[in-house]
């Protein structure tokens, strides 16, 4: 479903991206994570059509993003970090904007679910500036589901998110899976990823770590096979300090 061959983003002499080739198969969700600069967010703006890649390739669904985005982005969704709204479109005037755009003929019928499974279907005539931060990304969610995409990136999904939100969130990333979607999420909330993922694609300095089933990276870089993907995660980047004993006084 996704496929990311050689990619590499260039911003000036500064290289955010190097050669970095990866897939992810329906029903997969592959965590993205490392260092803050490791270019998660650069990755993800490429696969998704935001920003061009200097050179390599994005297919989402066999359609190649470049010769033809907008067949490849009909088959996406993308959640960035923060979510963007129109200030003045209600809830349900948002839903019914984004079903003309993908031209959903039956997007009452697949609207109000969502609503329901989010939490918002009491929130229908609020307007962006009437709902807390989290309810936001709710309805940015919602939007971004309402056309049944089969490729859907998640920058940072949990935050501003309640502690049911959070378990919602993460009940509708394993629906989406078992749906056949293939997921991306990037985050730096490890244990989210090692409850939902499959598979983890580990990046440092734009260049690829690791790449695998969790299972496949445990076994290259830990020493136990339950190892935390924190623990993973530190030995892959090189940043596996155990910090000092507490002075006993």
């Known amino acids: 479903m996704i496929e990311v061959s050689s990619l590499t983003k260039c911003y000036g002499d500064f290289t955010a991206v190097r050669d970095l080739s990866f897939t992810v198969q329906s029903g ?11 270019g998660k967010t650069t990755t993800l703006r490429c696969c998704t059509g935001v920003i061009p890649p200097t050179r390599g390739a994005v297919r989402i669904g066999g359609v190649d993003l470049a010769a033809d985005p907008v067949a490849a982005k009909r088959q996406l969704a993308f959640f960035p970090d923060e979510p963007r709204l129109f200030e003045y479109l209600t809830v349900w005037q948002h839903l019914v904007f984004v079903a ?11 609207a109000q679910p969502l609503l329901t499974e989010l939490e918002m279907a009491d929130k229908k005539n609020l307007l ?3 709902l807390s931060r989290g309810m936001k990304q709710k309805l940015a969610i919602a939007c971004g589901l ?20 959070i378990r919602h969130m993460k009940d509708t990333m394993r629906r989406l899976a078992r749906g056949g979607a293939a997921l991306i999420i990037s985050s730096h909330l ?14 440092k300095q734009g260049g690829k770590i690791a ?15 339950d190892a935390s ?3 993973v995660f530190f030995k892959a980047t090189g940043d596996d300090v155990t910090p000092p004993a507490s002075v006993q006084s």
């Open 190 to 203: 490890l244990s989210l990823l090692e409850e939902v993922c499959t598979h983890v694609l580990i990046l």
């Open 28 to 38: 997969e969700v592959m965590g993205l994570v490392g260092p803050n600069g490791a």
């Open 229 to 231: 993907l924190e623990d």
């Open 211 to 225: 790449d695998g089933s969790l299972a496949d990276v445990r076994r290259r870089f830990a020493e136990q096979p």
């Open 100 to 110: 003309r755009l993908y031209g959903v003929a039956d997007y009452e019928w697949r």
């Open 146 to 165: 309402l056309h049944a995409p089969r490729v859907i990136f998640f920058d940072e999904p949990l935050t501003g998110l309640d502690p049911a939100g």
């Open 128 to 130: 962006p500036g009437e």
